[in-house]
């Protein structure tokens, strides 16, 4: 069983900073690309960056310059750095991962429970 756990939230001031963690284990073949999506009260969950294996990143228009994806390819870890930080990136922080788990099946996208980051005015 492949388990995604998030950590790193936290209540932080408009202009703070937070890197949020994820790590990926259990039985794994391979990891595909690794994202950070986010669910504000009330709204849909929404993609917020994704990294692949070899590093390519991309971002959500709204946090492009303010937060950077990074990933451990070895620990099997996804990073989401979080500068700048406004009141709108109030939400519920989820990790996915692209996972390939046995040496038959395809890979399969895998989800955390998610981590709270809340950011004051």
């Known amino acids: 069983q492949v388990r995604l756990v998030e950590s790193g939230g936290d209540l932080v001031q408009a202009g703070g900073s937070l890197r949020l963690t994820c790590a990926a284990s259990?039985?794994?073949?391979?990891?595909?690309?690794m994202s950070w999506y986010r669910q504000a009260p009330g709204k849909m969950r929404e993609l917020v960056a994704t990294?692949?294996?070899?590093?390519?990143?991309d971002y959500a228009d709204s946090v492009k310059g303010r937060f950077t994806i990074s990933r451990d390819n070895v620990k099997k870890m996804v990073y989401l750095q979080m500068n700048n930080l406004k009141p709108e990136d109030t939400a519920k922080y989820y990790c996915?991962?692209?996972?390939?788990?046995?040496?038959?099946?395809?890979?399969?996208?895998?989800w955390g429970r998610g981590t709270e980051v809340t950011v004051s005015s």
């Open positions: 259990g039985f794994i073949v391979s990891v595909n690309a």
């Open positions: 990294v692949t294996t070899g590093g390519t990143t």
């Open positions: 996915n991962a692209n996972v390939r788990y046995n040496w038959v099946d395809r890979a399969s996208d895998f």
